[in-house]
């Protein structure tokens, strides 16, 4: 009974739930959201003023967080778990931001150009289907390279791809 009790103690001072509001204050934020999904302490923000959002990961010490994609998009997707990368928004176009956790420099890889975007898995390698101009083509997720030489009405009609990704795989 001691045991569990210096044991409380002793986690009841070492977890912290994440500071939701001061992390509002320290971005300036109007609208904050934690990925429930991962639990790795990622989460979107909206800067009031800009109307922008950001990616952060807490880094579970008080304030210190890690950007993961700068504040600057009208809306982003959270990074899947073991995702190479997310999709981001701008003026209603969709674009690609690589993932940092996978990417040591991470960039947008894929500009916001595109009207939609559907991720196809093909033999577990991740492809990015975009539509541009009512049509469907493949895009090289990681150099942004356009595939058009057969576009298609739907991303389930687009031949199978015929390219290997920029850096010689598809996968991390």
């Known amino acids: 009974?001691?045991?569990?009790?210096?044991?409380?103690?002793?986690?009841?001072?070492?977890?912290q739930e994440f500071p939701k509001p001061q992390m509002m204050r320290k971005f300036k934020a109007d609208?904050?959201?934690?990925?429930?999904?991962?639990?790795?302490?990622?989460?979107?923000?909206?800067?009031?003023?800009?109307?922008?959002?950001?990616?952060?990961?807490?880094l579970y010490r008080g304030l210190m967080t890690r950007e993961l994609i700068p504040t600057k998009y009208d809306s982003l997707d959270f990074i899947p778990y073991n995702g190479s990368f997310?999709?981001?928004?701008?003026?209603?176009?969709?674009?690609?931001y690589l993932s940092p956790w996978v990417f040591e420099n991470a960039?947008?890889?894929?500009?916001?150009?595109?009207?939609?975007h559907e991720i196809r898995?093909?033999?577990t390698i991740p492809y990015l289907a975009v539509k541009k101009q009512d049509r469907w083509i493949w895009?090289?997720?990681?150099?942004?390279?356009e595939y058009a030489d057969a576009p298609a009405d739907t991303p389930?009609?687009?031949?199978?791809?015929?390219f290997v990704s920029s850096s010689g795989k598809n996968a991390p």
């Open 121 to 123: 898995l093909i033999e």
């Open 31 to 58: 609208s904050l959201i934690l990925d429930t999904q991962k639990s790795d302490g990622s989460f979107k923000f909206r800067e009031k003023n800009s109307q922008k959002w950001g990616l952060h990961q807490w």
């Open 86 to 96: 997310t999709a981001v928004y701008q003026q209603g176009k969709v674009g690609i």
């Open 107 to 116: 960039v947008e890889s894929v500009a916001c150009q595109y009207d939609d």
């Open 156 to 162: 389930q009609e687009l031949s199978p791809p015929n």
């Open 1 to 15: 009974m001691m045991f569990m009790g210096f044991f409380m103690l002793i986690f009841s001072l070492t977890a």
């Open 139 to 145: 895009v090289d997720w990681q150099s942004g390279t």
